[in-house]
């Protein structure tokens, strides 16, 4: 049975051919790229396929493209890394709202093992920075946008404790994704003060370095809000 071999647009070589060099650290993390006019010339291609090959890397997150700029090779991080699933995980979620179900239970699993992780690990700064994020996420009550970004900051403070620089971005893009889900909980009447109250317990237990007790109080929280978005649903 014959093989066909599909024809390659210019821009995908040009891809490949830069690709190749950033990978082997020909060009390193944080440096620029040679001039729209430069690449013409390397790889005898026109200005359309040098920019269309650019803004592929931009959208995979290889390259970040300034206005007047030469593009510059992205240093690599959790949070870039995390960050470029980000859109695809939206759509993914508008689409199949189904899935909902399953990321929640993914954030469970996950937010468990750091409130235990920070348990075992918390020093007594570690603690007071916890202790100081329960009480600016109360002093933010008055303000639901606030609200909501001390209740994250709260939830990728405990993950950073981990010393895993993974698990906060993982679990700030669980909590974001979604966000949009989230603010008819935080409405409810005393949802605020149960949050807070749920916070302070997984404090807490991470303050006696107890990891079952962290673990467990924080499944009890997520778990009761993910009980309260489905009774909010039905209404």
Do not use: C
């Not at 070589?13 to 990978?23: C, G």
């Not at 949050?195 to 807490?204: C, K, M, N, Y």
């Not at 991470?206 to 929280?221: P, S």
Request: without cysteine.
């Amino acid at each position: 049975m014959a093989e066909i071999i599909q024809r390659r647009k210019l821009y995908q070589e040009v891809v490949d051919r830069l690709m190749e060099r950033i990978r082997s650290g020909e060009i390193a993390p944080g440096a620029q790229l040679p001039s729209e006019r430069e690449l013409m010339e390397i790889y005898g291609v026109g200005r359309p396929a040098i920019r269309e090959a650019l803004q592929t890397l931009e959208r995979s997150g290889i390259v970040e493209i300034v206005h007047g700029e030469r593009a510059r090779v992205v240093v690599p991080t959790a949070d870039r890394l995390i960050a470029q699933v980000a859109g695809g995980a939206m759509h993914l979620l508008r689409s199949h709202p189904d899935m909902l179900v399953h990321l929640k239970e993914a954030r469970v699993f996950l937010e468990m093992g750091t409130a235990r992780m920070a348990a075992e690990r918390a020093t007594e700064e570690d603690v007071a920075r916890l202790q100081l994020s329960v009480a600016r996420h109360r002093a933010s009550m008055v303000n639901l946008e606030e609200f909501i970004e001390r209740d994250m900051a709260f939830h990728r403070e405990i993950a950073l404790i981990s010393g895993n620089p993974i698990f906060p971005s993982i679990v700030e893009s669980l909590f974001r994704w979604a966000g949009e889900y989230y603010q008819p909980l935080v409405r409810a009447p005393g949802a605020e003060e149960l949050t807070l109250s749920e916070h302070q317990r997984i404090v807490d237990a991470i303050a006696k370095h107890d990891g079952d007790g962290a673990a467990e109080a924080m499944r009890a929280h997520l778990n009761r809000a993910n009980d309260l978005y489905r009774i909010l649903s039905r209404a």
